[in-house]
């Protein structure tokens, strides 16, 4: 069983930068692939990033086109907690992201139904 906390939402201008944080707690963490997904209201929620299980590089990550080049996922296995850096932010990103988590392989983990644990989200509001 894995149990999962954002952190890290706010308000914050165009242009300006974020980074959420997923804390989860549970063994074995560190073989979960983990996700972020953004959903706005009347919006199915959408893939944001993943990262995959720790490997000699630090696991292996997947970008929305939407977000590749301003985004970067990145895990800290010791402390059990992944993050979301987000910089040159724009209205459109604001949402609620959520972080989902997932032992199971998978050479993609863009989809919802992969998860089998998501956390409450935090609001990110990017104003113009």
């Known amino acids: 069983q894995v149990q999962l906390v954002e952190s890290g939402g706010g308000l914050v201008q165009a242009g300006g930068s974020l980074r959420l944080s997923c804390a989860a707690s549970?063994?074995?963490?560190?073989?979960?692939?983990v996700g972020w997904f953004r959903q706005v209201p009347g919006k199915e929620r959408e893939f944001v990033a993943s990262?995959?299980?720790?490997?000699?590089?630090?696991?292996?990550?997947d970008y929305a086109d939407s977000v590749k080049g301003r985004f970067s996922i990145s895990r800290d296995n010791a402390k059990n907690v992944v993050y979301l850096q987000m910089n040159s932010l724009k209205p459109e990103d604001t949402a609620v992201y959520y972080c989902?988590?997932?032992?199971?392989?998978?050479?993609?983990?863009?989809?919802?139904?992969?998860?089998?644990?998501w956390g409450q989200g935090t609001q990110v509001t990017v104003s113009s």
């Open positions: 990262i995959n299980y720790i490997t000699w590089d630090g696991g292996s990550t």
């Open positions: 549970g063994r074995a963490f560190n073989t979960y692939a």
């Open positions: 989902a988590a997932t032992p199971y392989s998978s050479h993609s983990y863009r989809r919802e139904h992969q998860y089998d644990y």
